[in-house]
């Protein structure tokens, strides 16, 4: 006989609601979960919201340190040209004293050098052409001429325009045939040549300057360096091209730088004089010399080598006023 289950009091009701509830909630719970894992990150408005924060955040920092390099490399710039301003004053003081040949360069110069060293380190490649070349030229003449090499051969990679690549090439060359510590003529003489070849690749006046004088100072290092007769070749070579220059202003001009070097070419300056007076006057060149070795017929500069052929700038056809601002030796 079976037995009639006893009803279930209020509390034993309110205890099963409660646990359909919570099964209820856990339930909503997975669905929601399950629903939110498939829907993607970019369609979750907090997510969104939390990334592009970030990336203003991220942003804003990178536009902050490079405000602030940006300063420090303009403020060490005009640290190094402070310190030049004050290098090259001096140099002139000391050029204008009657007693500056036989005295010795100041310690201010070598002071001065080691620091503007330092500072270019802190900010490596950020300086111009003419800073650079003109930090080379104080190094090589008062303090460490390898320092000013190294100089040199950054403004090579500033360098603007073939003017500027020559000029460079040009005062390496001077420094290992003049700086008697590091002579190097084989150095030398390979400075001189992307020099010369530089100028001579060009047809415009100017270049046709540079040209000649690049042989006339090529000429100057091998006679000091007691090359003659290799001197004697490019001082040919240097009156050979001054003479096929045809514009009055640029001839004139090379014909001064030709005449000053040509006092350094020891028993060969008589002939290069004599041939540089007759072009002065306008009167018959007699063509190439030679002079212990040097050939008669000289191959042109620009068949040499191919190793420049860059474009000729704009202002090429310019006259030796241009000229004086860019290329003051």
Same mark, same amino acid.
């Given at each position: 006989?079976? =037995?009639?289950?006893?009803?279930?009091?209020?509390?034993?009701?309110?205890?099963?609601? !409660? =646990?359909?509830?919570?099964?209820?909630?856990?339930?909503?719970?997975?669905?929601?979960?399950?629903?939110?894992?498939?829907?993607?990150?970019?369609?979750?408005?907090?997510?969104?919201?939390?990334?592009?924060?970030?990336?203003?955040?991220?942003?804003?920092?990178?536009?902050?340190?490079?405000?602030? /390099? #940006?300063?420090?490399?303009?403020?060490?710039?005009?640290?190094?040209?402070?310190?030049?301003?004050?290098?090259?004053?001096?140099?002139?003081?000391?050029?204008?004293?009657?007693?500056?040949?036989?005295?010795?360069?100041?310690?201010?110069?070598?002071?001065?050098?080691?620091?503007?060293?330092?500072?270019?380190?802190?900010?490596?490649?950020?300086?111009?052409?003419?800073? $650079?070349?003109?930090?080379?030229?104080? +190094?090589?003449?008062?303090?460490?001429?390898?320092?000013?090499?190294?100089? $040199?051969?950054?403004?090579?990679? +500033?360098?603007?325009?073939?003017?500027?690549?020559?000029?460079?090439?040009?005062?390496?060359?001077?420094?290992?045939?003049?700086? /008697?510590?590091?002579?190097?003529?084989?150095?030398?003489?390979?400075?001189?040549?992307?020099?010369?070849?530089?100028?001579? #690749?060009?047809?415009?006046?100017?270049?046709?300057?540079?040209? !000649?004088?690049?042989?006339?100072?090529?000429?100057?290092?091998?006679?000091?360096?007691?090359?003659?007769?290799?001197?004697?070749? $490019?001082? !040919?070579?240097?009156?050979?091209? #001054? /003479?096929?220059?045809?514009?009055?202003?640029?001839?004139?001009?090379?014909?001064?730088?030709? +005449?000053?070097?040509?006092?350094?070419?020891?028993?060969?300056?008589?002939?290069?004089?004599?041939?540089?007076?007759?072009?002065?006057?306008?009167?018959?060149?007699?063509?190439?010399?030679?002079?212990?070795?040097?050939?008669?017929?000289?191959?042109?500069?620009?068949?040499?080598?191919?190793?420049?052929?860059?474009?000729?700038? !704009?202002?090429?056809?310019?006259?030796?006023?241009?000229?004086?601002?860019?290329?003051?030796?």
């Amino acid at each position: 006989m079976s =037995q009639t289950p006893a009803p279930k009091t209020d509390q034993a009701l309110a205890d099963e609601q !409660a =646990q359909i509830r919570l099964l209820r909630d856990q339930v909503d719970a997975l669905q929601i979960a399950a629903t939110e894992k498939k829907r993607p990150w970019f369609k979750d408005l907090s997510m969104v919201l939390s990334m592009l924060a970030l990336g203003l955040s991220v942003l804003s920092t990178v536009r902050t340190v490079y405000r602030e /390099s #940006a300063g420090d490399v303009k403020a060490k710039r005009e640290e190094i040209r402070g310190m030049l301003v004050t290098l090259i004053q001096q140099k002139e003081s000391d050029d204008s004293a009657a007693s500056s040949r036989i005295q010795t360069p100041s310690r201010e110069y070598g002071v001065l050098l080691d620091a503007i060293e330092a500072v270019e380190k802190e900010v490596p490649d950020s300086l111009s052409y003419s800073e $650079y070349a003109e930090i080379g030229a104080l +190094e090589s003449t008062y303090g460490d001429p390898l320092r000013g090499v190294i100089y $040199y051969e950054k403004a090579i990679e +500033e360098a603007r325009d073939d003017v500027e690549r020559f000029r460079a090439h040009q005062s390496i060359g001077a420094v290992f045939f003049t700086a /008697s510590a590091y002579r190097d003529v084989k150095r030398g003489e390979s400075e001189h040549d992307i020099a010369t070849n530089i100028a001579c #690749a060009h047809t415009a006046p100017n270049y046709g300057y540079l040209c !000649a004088i690049g042989f006339a100072y090529w000429a100057t290092g091998e006679f000091a360096s007691g090359q003659g007769a290799t001197g004697a070749e $490019y001082a !040919a070579r240097a009156l050979d091209k #001054a /003479s096929g220059i045809t514009d009055p202003d640029w001839r004139d001009e090379t014909l001064h730088v030709l +005449e000053e070097e040509a006092s350094r070419w020891g028993t060969f300056s008589p002939r290069a004089s004599a041939r540089l007076n007759a072009m002065r006057d306008g009167g018959t060149d007699e063509g190439p010399e030679s002079d212990g070795g040097a050939p008669s017929d000289f191959t042109d500069a620009a068949a040499l080598s191919s190793k420049t052929t860059t474009a000729l700038d !704009a202002g090429s056809k310019k006259g030796p006023s241009r000229r004086r601002e860019k290329d003051s030796r």
